[in-house]
Nanobody
């Protein structure tokens, strides 16, 4: 399984970016996808997740500004980030909980980071 993330970049405070992540390979059931971020010198933290059924979860600091969505048919998750703040700066990582076959349990997969830089 591979997760390919894209959409990062440099934006001014108040601007918007949209991240995308596509899961490919041996995907039997994609049970959840999400985004995590890691700022320099800090631990990786959860940003938002969405289950296959569409249940979403956000960290408090991004509620009302970020929206996570998915295209189940394309094994793709999106993160629309509006009203960006300098403290949103970091490497954003896509994650997915995938069942590779009927007989296997979920495994967590990670994509490569995509860098988001918000200037003040």
């Amino acid at each position: 399984v591979q997760l390919q993330a894209s959409g990062g970049g440099l934006v001014q405070a108040g601007g918007s970016l949209r991240l995308s992540c596509v899961a490919s390979g041996r995907v039997f059931i994609l049970n959840a996808m999400g985004w995590y971020r890691q700022a320099p010198g800090k631990q990786r933290e959860l940003v938002a997740t969405v289950t296959r059924e569409g249940t979403t979860n956000y960290r408090d600091s991004v509620k009302g500004r970020f929206t996570i969505s998915q295209d189940n048919a394309k094994n793709t998750v999106f993160l629309q980030m509006n009203s960006l703040k300098p403290e949103d700066t970091g490497a954003y990582y896509c994650a997915a909980d995938i069942q590779n076959s009927f007989f296997e349990s979920d495994q967590r997969y990670w994509g490569q980071g995509t860098l988001v830089t918000v200037s003040s």
